[in-house]
């Protein structure tokens, strides 16, 4: 799928639950933004079980991109296909193109697309190291040291809005954060490498409403910098923090657009079926 295009709004009294004023006709595309990836025809497997089914679809550069849908419905396998996190899996094969600023992720060195493209799962996965060794790990696999590292990870802490509670506990173990702080500290680690994309597998599904706040503050912020697709079961998230949100439905892409398009006005049943919850 090419760049989400816009179709005439017609007023939905189910999705409307409360008085709005109705959108704005739009009968142009969406303004166009700079493609950072763009998929191709991709379908993923596992043994001989597709999971994803033929996706094609742009995720624009600056911008949140949420993908929602039910358990099972190929989203996650989706997200890790970007930065072929997939290939780890026995009996994992894809066929179709997944493209990096125009160039096919397959031809990308994958430790350098893995920096390029970094990523923060459901559950936090700190190392067991200090605060400060979680962050510069890959840091220093790269060369960093002395102050040139210690300034980036600090930088880093910061950006995850980490630092301000850690600053003077850095060379304590990462196990005992609480586990919205881990999370954070996972996110200040994929950050430390400064990749163009940065995707996000149920960030907070683990943790309580502050915290989740926290986290969504923090991709407003992020996404001037970074690109950044997520994955979220929480359809109030995905309206809270994404520009533009896809719904996946057994492992088809059923549509992409504008945020506030998918939750006020959807072209598909499907799609209305789901966000209203009718099922999922």
Known sequence: MSTPQLSTPVPNPVLHQSPQP??????RPVPSHS?????????????STAAVKNISLTIPEHRVTALIGPSGCGKSTFLRSLNRMNEVVRNARSEGAIELNGVDVRSIELTQLRRRVGMVFQKANPFPKSIFDNVAYGLRLEGWRGQRLADAVEQSLQRAALWSEVKDSLHKSAFELSGGQQQRLSIA?????????????????????????RIEELLHE?????????VTHNMQQAA??????????MG???ELNETRVIFANPRHKETEDYITGRFG
């Open 22 to 27: 109705p959108l704005p006709r739009q009968d």
């Open 35 to 47: 493609i950072k990836i763009q998929v191709r025809d991709l379908t993923c497997f596992y043994g």
């Open 189 to 213: 680690r994929a950050l430390a490498l400064s990749p163009e994309v940065l995707l996000l597998d149920e960030p907070c599904s683990a943790l309580d409403p502050i915290t989740t706040s």
């Open 222 to 230: 992020l996404k001037t910098t970074c690109t950044i697709a997520i």
């Open 240 to 249: 809270r923090t994404s520009d533009f949100t896809g719904f996946f439905l």
């Open 252 to 254: 088809k892409l059923i």
